[in-house]
């Protein structure tokens, strides 16, 4: 069985810096791109950032973009995102996602069940 | 990027009734598109995708059509399940982007 378990979430400071994890299980990680989805409170899925099954290919959203580092640990299993330079508008759930076809379309099969990320003073 | 629009915000529907929900693409992205599900405090759950093709475990009642930049999502029959929030998302070029969603309420 697939399964994304995000972790590190929690209340940081505008300027401020997190690192989220997502453990991944049930799956051969190393064969399989990877995505973060975030999720403002009451707002609409915003997709943040993407990794190649290597790690060679990485694509951010603008909104991100020379903020937050998407990375991979193939040995360890295991998806990150390093956000920096946090603003408030950053707040929101963050996701990994895994599409269904391996080094197919990005479409999002499966989910973890979030991190939660605030950004307060 | 391209820009895709869900219509309406919010649908009120009654059970048993028929739901179409609507989603616009800015520009053309052939057939590559996904709905979602999401419940309140779950993760979005894959519907459809390639337009039409219904995802593993997904009920003969959730249909998609359109291609180029108008699609449509159909539940036939609304079961109590299915009052949640709907998302589509293209699929055809980076960035990929979802629709603002759609929420499909009791009447």
């Known amino acids: 069985e697939v399964q994304l378990v995000e972790s590190g979430g929690g209340l940081v400071q505008p300027g401020g810096s997190l690192r989220l994890s997502c453990a991944a299980s049930g799956f051969t990680f190393s064969s399989c791109e990877m995505s973060w989805v975030r999720q403002a409170p009451g707002k609409g899925l915003e997709w943040v950032s993407h990794i190649s099954s290597s790690g060679t290919t990485i694509y951010y959203a603008d909104s991100v973009k020379g903020r937050f580092t998407i990375s991979r640990d193939n040995a360890e299993n295991s998806l990150y995102l390093q956000m920096n330079s946090l603003r408030a508008d950053d707040t929101a759930v963050y996701y990994c996602?895994?599409?269904?076809?391996?080094?197919?379309?990005?479409?999002?099969?499966?989910w973890g069940q979030g991190a939660l990320v605030t950004v307060s003073p | 990027e391209i820009v895709m629009t869900q219509s309406p915000a919010t649908l009120s529907v009654s059970p048993g009734e028929r739901a179409t929900l609507s989603c616009r693409a800015s520009q053309s992205i052939s057939g590559n598109l996904a709905w979602y599900q999401q419940k309140p405090g779950q993760a979005p759950r894959l519907l459809i995708y390639?337009?039409?093709t219904r995802a593993t475990g997904i009920p003969a009642r959730f249909s998609g059509s359109g291609s180029g930049t108008e699609f449509s999502l159909t539940i036939s029959s609304l079961q109590s399940e299915d009052f949640a929030v709907y998302y589509c998302q293209q699929y055809n070029k980076w960035p990929l982007t979802f629709g603002g969603g759609t929420k499909v309420e009791i009447k």
């Open positions: 996602a895994r599409p269904l076809y391996s080094g197919g379309y990005q479409i999002f099969n499966y």
């Open positions: 390639g337009s039409s």
